[in-house]
């Protein structure tokens, strides 16, 4: 019986780890994202008004 409970822990303690490294994941693409957004409309701009 205990060793069940424990197989369980160790499932759920994982569940978290893989949904918290998705979410890390999924955030850093976004952040990715809009950084090089950032980085193509200053440089579009500075080409742009030069």
Not at 7 to 36: A, H, P, S
């Amino acid at each position: 019986m205990s060793y069940e409970t424990s197989i369980e822990r160790i499932i759920k303690r994982d569940r978290t780890i893989i949904i918290f490294g998705l979410i890390g994941i999924i955030l850093g693409v976004i952040l990715n994202e809009v950084f090089r957004r950032k980085n193509r409309i200053e440089s579009f701009a500075s080409t742009v008004f030069e």
